[in-house]
Protein backbone atom coordinates (compact mmCIF):
# COMPACT_ATOMS: atom_id res chain seq x y z
CA UNK A 1 0.00 0.00 0.00
CA UNK A 2 3.01 2.38 0.88
CA UNK A 3 5.08 1.72 -2.22
CA UNK A 4 1.67 2.04 -4.32
CA UNK A 5 0.66 4.98 -2.70
CA UNK A 6 5.34 6.58 -2.76
CA UNK A 7 5.15 5.70 -6.81
CA UNK A 8 1.66 7.06 -7.83
CA UNK A 9 3.02 10.38 -5.79
CA UNK A 10 6.21 10.47 -7.64
CA UNK A 11 5.12 10.04 -10.87
CA UNK A 12 2.32 12.94 -10.25
CA UNK A 13 4.96 14.75 -9.98
CA UNK A 14 7.03 13.93 -12.58
CA UNK A 15 10.22 12.68 -11.05
CA UNK A 16 12.44 9.75 -11.51
CA UNK A 17 13.08 7.12 -9.09
CA UNK A 18 16.81 8.81 -9.03
CA UNK A 19 15.87 12.44 -8.65
CA UNK A 20 13.40 11.07 -5.71
CA UNK A 21 15.35 9.55 -4.09
CA UNK A 22 18.81 12.56 -4.33
CA UNK A 23 15.72 15.18 -2.88
CA UNK A 24 15.41 12.49 0.24
CA UNK A 25 18.52 11.56 0.70
CA UNK A 26 18.50 8.17 -1.00
CA UNK A 27 19.87 5.99 -3.82
CA UNK A 28 17.30 4.73 -6.79
CA UNK A 29 17.19 1.01 -5.99
CA UNK A 30 15.83 2.34 -2.16
CA UNK A 31 12.95 3.97 -4.42
CA UNK A 32 12.34 1.09 -5.82
CA UNK A 33 12.46 -1.34 -2.99
CA UNK A 34 9.89 1.19 -1.24
CA UNK A 35 7.46 1.14 -4.39
CA UNK A 36 7.63 -2.78 -4.47
CA UNK A 37 6.96 -2.72 -0.90
CA UNK A 38 10.57 -4.62 -0.53
CA UNK A 39 11.13 -2.29 2.46
CA UNK A 40 9.61 0.39 4.44
CA UNK A 41 11.40 3.90 4.32
CA UNK A 42 12.19 5.13 7.96
CA UNK A 43 10.53 7.44 10.06
CA UNK A 44 13.12 10.48 8.76
CA UNK A 45 12.64 9.49 5.00
CA UNK A 46 9.26 9.21 5.62
CA UNK A 47 8.92 12.47 5.99
CA UNK A 48 10.79 13.63 3.94
CA UNK A 49 8.81 11.91 1.26
CA UNK A 50 6.26 13.90 2.71
CA UNK A 51 7.38 17.00 2.21
CA UNK A 52 8.37 16.60 -1.31
CA UNK A 53 5.65 14.59 -2.68
CA UNK A 54 3.42 17.21 -0.95
CA UNK A 55 1.16 14.94 0.62
CA UNK A 56 0.15 13.91 4.30
CA UNK A 57 2.04 10.89 6.35
CA UNK A 58 -1.58 9.42 6.88
CA UNK A 59 -1.65 9.87 3.09
CA UNK A 60 0.96 8.52 2.16
CA UNK A 61 0.27 5.41 4.43
CA UNK A 62 -3.22 4.93 3.20
CA UNK A 63 -5.00 5.82 6.35
CA UNK A 64 -6.71 8.25 4.26
CA UNK A 65 -7.81 8.72 0.49
CA UNK A 66 -8.43 11.71 -1.44
CA UNK A 67 -12.10 12.44 -2.33
CA UNK A 68 -13.49 14.96 -5.15
CA UNK A 69 -16.77 16.35 -3.54
CA UNK A 70 -18.96 17.57 -6.10
CA UNK A 71 -22.29 19.97 -4.45
CA UNK A 72 -24.24 22.77 -6.04
CA UNK A 73 -21.77 23.15 -9.21
CA UNK A 74 -18.73 23.73 -6.84
CA UNK A 75 -16.47 21.36 -6.75
CA UNK A 76 -13.96 20.27 -3.40
CA UNK A 77 -11.08 18.03 -2.56
CA UNK A 78 -11.25 16.18 0.89
CA UNK A 79 -10.23 13.31 2.43
CA UNK A 80 -11.95 10.33 3.83
CA UNK A 81 -10.89 7.40 6.34
CA UNK A 82 -9.90 4.25 3.93
CA UNK A 83 -11.91 2.47 6.49
CA UNK A 84 -15.13 4.97 5.77
CA UNK A 85 -14.44 4.82 2.08
CA UNK A 86 -14.94 1.17 2.39
CA UNK A 87 -17.89 1.44 4.13
CA UNK A 88 -19.29 3.46 1.36
CA UNK A 89 -18.04 1.25 -1.40
CA UNK A 90 -19.92 -1.77 0.88
CA UNK A 91 -23.46 0.59 0.93
CA UNK A 92 -23.34 1.10 -3.30
CA UNK A 93 -23.72 -2.26 -3.68
CA UNK A 94 -27.33 -2.19 -1.35
CA UNK A 95 -28.68 0.51 -4.26
CA UNK A 96 -32.08 0.80 -2.27
CA UNK A 97 -30.45 1.24 1.15
CA UNK A 98 -27.55 4.03 -0.25
CA UNK A 99 -30.78 6.20 -1.66
CA UNK A 100 -32.58 5.92 1.66
CA UNK A 101 -29.68 7.07 3.12
CA UNK A 102 -29.12 9.45 1.22
CA UNK A 103 -32.60 10.65 1.51
CA UNK A 104 -33.18 10.37 4.92
CA UNK A 105 -29.91 9.74 6.76
CA UNK A 106 -31.18 10.57 10.71
CA UNK A 107 -34.11 7.81 10.41
CA UNK A 108 -32.72 5.02 8.31
CA UNK A 109 -29.26 5.18 10.60
CA UNK A 110 -32.20 4.89 13.51
CA UNK A 111 -33.66 2.05 11.41
CA UNK A 112 -30.45 -0.04 11.36
CA UNK A 113 -29.62 0.51 14.80
CA UNK A 114 -32.61 -0.65 15.95
CA UNK A 115 -32.37 -3.78 14.05
CA UNK A 116 -29.31 -4.62 15.32
CA UNK A 117 -30.18 -4.71 18.95
Known amino acids: MLGTEIKKAR ?3 G ?3 KELGE ?3 VSKSSIN ?3 RDGRN ?3 DHLLKLSKV ?3 PVDLLLGLDQPVDIIAEDEEYKARISSKDMQILNELKLYPNLY ?4 NDTKRTVKLINLRLK
Not at 99 to 102: E, F, H, K, S, T
Open 41 to 43: PTL
Open 99 to 102: RRLC
Open 15 to 17: LTQ
Open 11 to 13: KNK
Open 53 to 55: LNL
Open 23 to 25: LIG
Open 33 to 35: YFE
